[in-house]
């Protein structure tokens, strides 16, 4: 079978996340380095999103999208359980960090330090202090969500976890971000428990701030 090639920058948290799908079920996979805007990735997302699948003939757009298709198209362990009810929650949990927690965590705080608006280009602390109720509440609430198991959705690996990793490891670069991690015992434990996983070390991204990026 063809290697699917993904094409987005390793310094997208959700290019991130789909090449832990790949590390994770043991696939075989490609990864095209590419900018943000780049022809490639516009040639699949109308929007320049990335990242972006090719795989054979088949192009596909959106993260989840990605995920499910990667899922399905290549044998065991699987990241969306077929039990109904914790397949529901696997998809609560990527919606909620896909509409609401990336939106706090990533484009508004950590946004304010890689792509401020500034005029000097320092930080941009009126954002920063304005976001911390929000970014602090939503930690609170992954935070309770991992107490019980460790994981996001019943006692195993989900995609639900391959799609938060990334965006708490941006996060805590920042300093308040990483206060905020570290005053939540669950998930600072979660994090250090999944980072330290094979899958996480071989995708690490570069260190330093991260580009400013259009990702999905």
């Known amino acids: 079978m063809t290697a699917p090639e993904i094409i987005g920058s390793i310094r997208s948290t959700y290019t991130h996340a ?10 075989d996979y490609t990864l095209t380095e590419r900018p943000l805007r780049a022809p490639e990735v516009y040639a699949i997302h109308p929007f320049g999103k990335m990242p972006v699948l090719r795989h054979g003939d088949f192009e596909l757009f959106e993260s989840k999208a990605i995920a499910t298709y990667l ?4 044998p065991a362990p699987y990241l969306f359980p077929a039990d109904l009810r914790l397949a ?9 960090v896909n509409t609401l927690i ?19 280009g320092t930080p941009d602390r009126a954002a920063i202090d304005a976001v911390m109720p929000a970014l602090r509440a939503q930690i609170d609430v ?4 991992v107490a019980p198991t460790g994981y996001l959705v019943g ?5 639900a976890d391959l799609n938060l990793l990334p965006i708490l490891h941006r ?9 905020a991690l ?3 015992p669950h998930l600072a434990r979660y994090y250090a428990q999944h980072t330290a996983r094979p899958s996480f070390r071989r995708t690490m991204p570069p260190a330093g701030p991260p580009r400013r990026s259009s990702t999905s």
């Not at 670069?173 to 990483?178: L, M, S």
Request: some cysteine; aromatic content about 10%; overall charge negative.
């Open 18 to 27: 789909i090449r832990l799908v790949c590390e994770e079920k043991g696939i």
């Open 71 to 74: 899922d399905r198209s290549f």
């Open 88 to 96: 529901a929650l696997t998809e609560q949990w990527i919606s909620v």
């Open 102 to 120: 990336d939106h706090t965590l990533i484009r508004t705080y950590l946004f304010a330090y890689i792509a401020p608006k500034t005029a000097d």
């Open 142 to 145: 992954l935070d309770r969500a």
């Open 155 to 159: 006692d195993h690996l989900t995609f």
């Open 171 to 179: 996060v805590q670069q920042a300093p308040e971000g990483a206060s």
């Open 182 to 184: 570290a005053d939540a």
